[in-house]
């Protein structure tokens, strides 16, 4: 029995130092595919221990890879295992980044499991916080409204559900759209904030509060400025929309040109930033005035936020699919391209005090290929101005219309696939290589072949494209399309890449009024409660997004109005 026990022992002792010594020691690169592009990682291993991980190279979006990049590398050298969770809103980073690092304890001899038990997360006592506002989101809307807030001198608090800032507007394209800027002024561009507010409301077919448009429009100009003392660059003036006239600025960076400087403005002004917070209730007191909010924090414990006033900023709802069957049938069943926070939790949280919304089945349309992002590099095919044809193989728009009249194009074909068409000189096996592979392209050296596998008519195929090919540097007859970019269908092989509408933000929400008020079912302000941006862009517009900048101002001139008339309240 004595010699078992030895025996038993020893094996104990020697398994237990088989796991101190789990690595060979040195330093091991690895690399897979990220959301954008391969993410490579360099790992460093003791003899029992990994002890460094470097992001050698990314091309991961700003601010939202920053979380993930940050926090898993340390919390796998905290807890020595790759048993560690996800970061919301960005999986496809936070999964590639932990495929990297398997592969470079791999190749350290080492096992991709778990190697020490982690410490389970012991939930903080649930918790009450007093300020002057507390702001939902943390989007153009929330941020400017936080700001704002603060210069008038209260005390804020800003809840953001994610890991992140910016919502939406961190993966928007980076554009603002302003009339009688300065820009329009050193250019010798004649504008006026009417003239802008006029196409606004002509887009919105007249299904749109005038008023509440003009009064964007005559504050837009303000909001570049004020932008820019929050340390946004913007230049690149162009046109976007159906409107000749150049109103539109960029970044240059995309969203995150947005969001970095103007959260370190608010950051400066002394607000407090909570992420991974998700607001859950309004509360409200006896006359329902609504007097704070009950949040969660990411450990599992409450926030009880007692505030004079709350400013729901909360984005949009496209990513929640109940409420796209219900307010915005018509796209019910497409792919969001919109923030994964993007749930219309503001929403529901405003109709339970009995705010009323306003819903006209609209949304900002796009289009797109995988059903990943719109940073998707093999997403950009979708803007390729070559002929695009429906599932039975039928043109039906100019192919260099604005992106939401041809994501209407779409819908009102009643086609569930669109196709775009490429001969021998606009694409190859090679540059279509990924998308072929995964069934989102085809390809065939003939056009009969192409037609037989997309599942086309291959009658209507041919004579759309001989149509086509006969419009050849000519001004398009069929549907407009300039002469210059008729360039017909040439040799093969063929290649037909499937593109679907999608969304990439919604339109509806709350119903405010001009000092962004969120008013009960019988139009009367509901004390406390202040909305803008997303959540409450209902009556700016009609079913057709008009042009590429126009949410962002309106949510960065909005939320700066909610933000000061909530610090007076």
């Not at 990411?298 to 505030?307: M, N, Q, S, Y």
């Amino acid at each position: 029995m004595r010699k078992i026990l030895i025996i038993l022992v020893s094996l104990a002792l020697m398994m237990a130092a088989g796991s101190a010594m789990a690595y060979t020691e040195g330093s091991y690169t690895a690399q897979a595919q990220g959301h954008n592009a391969p993410i490579e990682v360099k790992v460093t291993f003791s003899q029992d221990a990994i002890v460094d991980i470097q992001i050698i190279s990314h091309e991961e979006t700003s601010g939202i890879a920053d979380t993930p990049l940050t926090r898993i590398p340390e919390e796998i050298i905290a807890s020595q295992s790759l048993e560690v969770e996800t970061v919301t809103g960005a999986t496809f980073t936070s999964k590639a980044l932990l495929e990297a690092v398997k592969d470079a304890v791999a190749q350290a001899g080492g096992l991709a499991e778990k190697t020490t038990d982690k410490a389970p997360v012991k939930a903080a006592e649930d918790e009450e916080i007093t300020v002057d506002v507390a702001v939902i989101g943390s989007g153009a809307a929330g941020l400017a409204a936080a700001a704002e807030a603060a210069d008038a001198g209260a005390k804020v608090l800003v809840l953001e559900k994610l890991p992140f800032l910016g919502g939406n507007t961190l993966i928007c394209g980076g554009l603002v759209k302003a009339a009688g800027t300065a820009f329009q002024a050193e250019a010798g561009i004649e504008d006026t904030p009417g003239a802008l507010a006029d196409y606004w409301y002509e887009r919105a077919e007249g299904n749109a509060d005038k008023a509440m448009l003009d009064l964007v429009a005559e504050k837009s100009a303000g909001t570049i400025e004020w932008l820019q003392e929050q340390g946004v660059t913007l230049g690149g003036l162009a046109t976007s929309g159906t409107s000749l006239v150049p109103r539109m600025l960029g970044t240059g960076v995309g969203g995150s040109g947005f969001i970095v400087p103007v959260e370190a403005a608010v950051r400066a002004r002394g607000v407090e930033i909570r992420t991974e917070t998700p607001a859950i209730d309004l509360l409200t007191d006896e006359s329902g005035a609504v007097v704070g909010v009950v949040a969660q924090a990411a450990d599992g414990h409450l926030v009880t936020v007692h505030a004079k006033s709350v400013v729901v900023a909360s984005g949009g709802f496209d990513r929640s699919e109940e409420m796209k069957r219900k307010y915005a049938p018509s796209i019910s069943d497409e792919i969001s391209y919109s923030s994964i926070g993007n749930t219309g939790d503001g929403i529901r949280m405003a109709m339970d005090v009995g705010a009323a919304t306003v819903f006209k089945d609209g949304v900002i349309g796009l289009r797109g290929i995988r059903p990943t992002s719109f940073g998707d590099a093999e997403n950009s095919w979708v803007w390729s101005p070559t002929l695009l044809v429906n599932a039975k193989g039928e043109r039906l728009l100019n192919e260099v219309i604005d992106y939401p009249i041809y994501h209407s194009k779409m819908l009102e074909s009643g086609s569930k696939y669109f196709y775009l068409i490429f001969d021998s000189t606009q694409a190859t096996s090679d540059s279509l290589a990924v998308l072929i592979n995964e069934g989102y392209a085809f390809t065939a050296d003939t056009l009969e072949g192409l037609a037989k596998a997309t599942f086309m008519d291959e009658e209507v195929f041919l004579a759309t494209v001989a149509r086509y090919n006969e419009l050849k540097g000519q001004e398009d007859a069929d549907f407009g399309k300039p002469a210059a970019l008729m360039t017909g269908v040439g040799e093969g092989p063929y290649f037909a890449v499937r593109l679907v509408p999608t969304t990439i933000g919604s339109m509806g929400g709350i119903k405010v009024d001009l000092e962004a008020r969120a008013l009960n079912t019988d139009g009367q302000p509901i004390p406390g409660l202040f909305a803008a941006g997303a959540c409450a862009n209902g009556d700016l517009f009609y079913k057709e997004y008009p042009a590429s900048g126009s949410a962002i101002m309106m949510a960065f001139t909005l939320g700066r109005i909610a933000g000061g008339n909530a610090a007076a309240e």
